[in-house]
């Protein structure tokens, strides 16, 4: 059976003290086995708390993610991360299509395709995000629009690309509004996801994705959640920020 996966998104939360401490003291606990999980735990902070960040994880089984990466190699994109300079800080993964990123600085599925490209180019294992909004959910057009995002990025590229490939399902409606979808609703866009990846790649590599739930996963939910079939574990937004909270999710 695939690990399950845990992915914390510290988004534009903690700074240098907050992060350091809470990834050591998440080590120290986990270390003294305070706390039995067999998850696979990735954690992303802020893109000047990357190095740190993965110093202090060498030598664990948790990894480090950056929450973007720009779409081009380099050159005067003022305030922008290139996925080379990620890759020469020892940062191996990262988190693209956040509906926040797509809402608040415009990303287009023009401009995540590149994205992409340029992951893959640079090996970074990606972590794509997909979803519809609460109007598009009312319209029935979830699974519409959530095949359309797909088609237009991800599907876009080969095969051989989709190794340690994660898709985290986030309803947009879901995320940081404290409703979430039911662990029902999001199986069902789970299995159709995992449907689509069938159709698109064959079976073999569509079991080795993993589809991730998000959108106000918490301590008390998270259990139901990662019983589904569909769901190989979350992407966790708030509920990551306190150290009590997120190891609960961890053993859920
Ligand atoms: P949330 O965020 O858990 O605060 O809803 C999830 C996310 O945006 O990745």
Not at 60 to 73: D, G, L, W, Y
Not at 107 to 134: A, M, P, Q
Request: hydrophobic content about 40%.
């Amino acid at each position: 059976m695939k690990k399950k996966i845990v992915i914390a998104n510290w988004k534009m939360n903690h700074d240098f003290y907050e992060t350091t401490s809470f990834l050591r003291n998440l080590l120290k606990i986990l270390l003294d086995k305070k706390i039995n999980h067999k998850k696979k735990v990735i954690i992303a902070p802020s893109f000047p708390f990357l190095q740190i960040s993965n110093q202090i994880l060498q030598g664990t089984a948790f990894s480090i993610a950056a929450q973007n990466v720009h779409q081009m190699e380099n050159g005067s994109y003022t305030g922008e991360v290139s996925a080379s300079m990620l890759k020469s800080i020892g940062i191996q993964k990262v988190i693209l299509g956040h509906s926040e990123r797509k809402k608040y600085c415009y990303e287009t599925n023009d401009i995540l395709l590149k994205k992409i490209h340029i992951s893959f180019k640079y090996r970074l294992n990606i972590i794509f995000c997909v979803g519809e909004t609460f109007f598009e959910r009312e319209r029935k057009e979830q699974f519409t629009v959530v095949k359309n995002q797909l088609e237009e990025t991800v599907f876009q590229c080969s095969s051989e690309k989709m190794i340690d490939f994660i898709i985290a399902y986030e309803p947009i409606w879901a995320i940081g509004t404290g409703k979430t979808a039911t662990p029902e609703q999001a199986q069902k866009m789970h299995k159709y996801i995992r449907t689509l990846f069938i159709d698109k790649y064959g079976e073999k590599i569509s079991k080795k994705i993993s589809i991730l739930y998000g959108g106000s996963l918490n301590e008390i939910n998270a259990k139901n959640f990662f019983s589904k079939e569909d769901i190989d574990g979350g992407l966790v937004g708030n509920s990551s920020l306190q150290i009590e909270k997120f190891l609960k999710i961890l053993s859920s």
